[in-house]
């Protein structure tokens, strides 16, 4: 396979801290490392970022927006984020608990009513159909904020999958509105299973507002942020710097580019993964939950909600791996094995130090075509790499994160020393 040709990275030497006149160990050790990849050509393009406390640390990019391409990759190219979008809405949701528009605790059926028509999958019988029941407890904001409601996703569980294929359902991020309509794997509070939760918090967002998911996003979180370039719609001037999604085949070599895109102007804005993005604008929010809610001079959320979003939200659960059934949309995907895991507020949270140089308590979570952030509130930084390749956690995709990671800890701490 041809390397794809490699760009120069973006960075932005009067933004960094690091920089007085000369490169910054940060800048030439990251750079290293993101072009090391584009030349040996596993990964096609890449955009990275890092933010302090007060402002950002590293901007950079690295190869084509699309293989075989000569448009090259930027920190503000525009890329599908899929799951990213979630803490996203889960910060709408938590702006409307504090207003008391929502609850964390009451049946979300309250706004919801459509959601008690929704039932448990016990079972599938001799005709292949399945067998359900009432849930045993009411669903609530935090239950699906925290993926413990009993909803799955189709990637990693059969019973959502089957379901969907039985009833001839459209994929969640679809945009379509029947596409939810999927019974639970589990009861409610039973077990922590990544799946739909935050579509129906998408639902419950547009409910209490009277507005349109993405509208609300873009007067109260993106708007405010600055994030210019993220939506669920992608504007003429994001289009213009819109990345391709590329598939590793199953060579484990080679790269297909794929003719996809998030439907536009769907019938509901998919809030569990729908919005597109650019390191740049992502880094934004990373910022405001460092800077405990407050960002461009506002306060986008209280420091105490920020505090909330930011520690263990379910008890005694735990994440698991997530065991793939479709492979061309995800391996076998756990981060840092071995390191338990909670979740808070719509965050991963780690509650041990992770082997990158990751404090314990720090949140994180990423997009299906292997876009990461992590958000480390004990060290004050957060950091960003944004990819177009499935499957999520690709193996040379997780590694360049893992890498990414690693290389901003060990040259933040050199610095320092």
Same mark, same amino acid.
């Given at each position: 396979?041809?390397?794809?040709?490699?760009?120069?990275?973006?960075?932005?030497?009067?933004?960094?801290?690091?920089?007085?006149?000369?490169?910054?160990?940060?800048?030439?050790?990251?750079?290293?490392?993101?072009?090391?990849?584009?030349?040996?050509?596993?990964?096609?393009?890449?955009?990275?970022?890092?933010?302090?406390?007060?402002?950002?640390?590293?901007?950079?990019?690295?190869?084509?927006?699309?293989?075989?391409?000569?448009?090259?990759?930027?920190?503000?190219?525009?890329?599908?984020?899929?799951?990213?979008?979630?803490?996203?809405?889960?910060?709408?949701?938590?702006?409307?608990?504090?207003?008391?528009?929502?609850?964390?605790?009451?049946?979300? %059926?309250?706004?919801?009513?459509?959601?008690?028509?929704?039932?448990?999958?016990?079972?599938?019988?001799?005709?292949?159909?399945?067998?359900?029941?009432?849930?045993?407890?009411?669903?609530?904001?935090?239950?699906?904020?925290?993926?413990?409601?009993?909803?799955?996703?189709?990637?990693?569980?059969?019973?959502?999958?089957?379901?969907?294929?039985?009833?001839?359902?459209?994929?969640?991020?679809?945009?379509?509105?029947?596409?939810?309509?999927?019974?639970?794997?589990?009861?409610?509070?039973?077990?922590?299973?990544?799946?739909?939760?935050?579509?129906?918090?998408?639902?419950?967002?547009?409910?209490?507002?009277?507005?349109?998911?993405?509208?609300?996003?873009?007067?109260?979180?993106?708007?405010?942020?600055?994030?210019?370039?993220?939506?669920?719609?992608?504007?003429?001037?994001?289009?213009?710097?819109?990345?391709?999604?590329?598939?590793?085949?199953?060579?484990?070599?080679?790269?297909?580019?794929?003719?996809?895109?998030?439907?536009?102007?769907?019938?509901?804005?998919?809030?569990?993964?729908?919005?597109?993005?650019?390191?740049?604008?992502?880094?934004?929010?990373?910022?405001?939950?460092?800077?405990?809610?407050?960002?461009?001079?506002?306060?986008?959320?209280?420091?105490?909600?920020?505090?909330?979003?930011?520690?263990?939200?379910?008890?005694?659960?735990?994440?698991?791996?997530?065991?793939?059934?479709?492979?061309?949309?995800?391996?076998?995907?756990?981060?840092?094995?071995?390191?338990?895991?909670?979740?808070?507020?719509?965050?991963?949270?780690?509650?041990?130090?992770?082997?990158?140089?990751?404090?314990?308590?720090?949140?994180?979570?990423?997009?299906?075509?292997?876009?990461?952030?992590?958000?480390?509130?004990?060290?004050?930084? %957060?950091?960003?790499?944004?990819?177009?390749?499935?499957?999520?956690?690709?193996?040379?995709?997780?590694?360049?994160?893992?890498?990414?990671?690693?290389?901003?800890?060990?040259?933040?701490? %050199?610095?320092?020393?």
């Amino acid at each position: 396979m041809t390397a794809p040709k490699l760009a120069s990275a973006s960075a932005n030497p009067s933004s960094s801290t690091f920089d007085s006149g000369t490169q910054s160990p940060l800048k030439t050790h990251i750079d290293a490392v993101l072009s090391a990849v584009i030349a040996s050509g596993r990964i096609p393009g890449v955009a990275a970022a890092v933010t302090s406390l007060e402002e950002t640390l590293y901007e950079g990019a690295f190869g084509v927006r699309a293989q075989g391409q000569e448009t090259q990759m930027t920190p503000d190219t525009v890329m599908w984020i899929a799951s990213m979008t979630k803490p996203l809405v889960g910060a709408a949701a938590m702006q409307l608990v504090e207003q008391g528009k929502l609850s964390l605790d009451d049946p979300i %059926a309250h706004v919801l009513p459509d959601i008690n028509a929704i039932q448990v999958v016990t079972g599938w019988d001799a005709m292949g159909q399945p067998m359900l029941r009432p849930p045993k407890t009411p669903i609530t904001l935090r239950h699906l904020m925290t993926h413990t409601a009993g909803f799955t996703s189709d990637i990693w569980s059969e019973n959502s999958a089957r379901f969907l294929k039985l009833n001839k359902l459209p994929r969640a991020g679809s945009g379509r509105r029947d596409a939810l309509n999927i019974p639970l794997s589990f009861d409610p509070g039973e077990r922590w299973e990544y799946g739909i939760n935050i579509d129906w918090i998408g639902l419950a967002i547009s409910a209490v507002t009277g507005m349109r998911l993405g509208e609300y996003l873009q007067k109260h979180i993106t708007g405010p942020l600055g994030m210019h370039s993220t939506g669920f719609e992608i504007t003429p001037s994001m289009r213009a710097r819109l990345a391709k999604v590329h598939l590793r085949n199953h060579d484990d070599q080679s790269l297909s580019l794929l003719d996809f895109e998030v439907p536009q102007h769907a019938e509901v804005d998919p809030g569990g993964g729908g919005m597109y993005s650019t390191a740049s604008d992502y880094l934004r929010f990373t910022r405001m939950m460092l800077n405990n809610g407050r960002a461009n001079g506002q306060q986008i959320l209280k420091p105490e909600t920020v505090a909330l979003m930011s520690k263990n939200a379910m008890g005694p659960l735990r994440v698991k791996m997530l065991h793939t059934i479709n492979t061309n949309m995800s391996l076998d995907a756990e981060f840092f094995p071995g390191v338990e895991k909670t979740w808070g507020l719509t965050f991963m949270i780690n509650e041990a130090p992770a082997p990158t140089g990751r404090s314990t308590g720090s949140l994180a979570w990423a997009g299906l075509p292997n876009a990461y952030f992590w958000i480390d509130p004990v060290r004050k930084i %957060a950091g960003v790499l944004m990819m177009q390749i499935l499957p999520f956690v690709d193996t040379s995709a997780i590694k360049l994160f893992t890498d990414f990671e690693t290389t901003v800890y060990q040259s933040l701490q %050199a610095t320092k020393a």
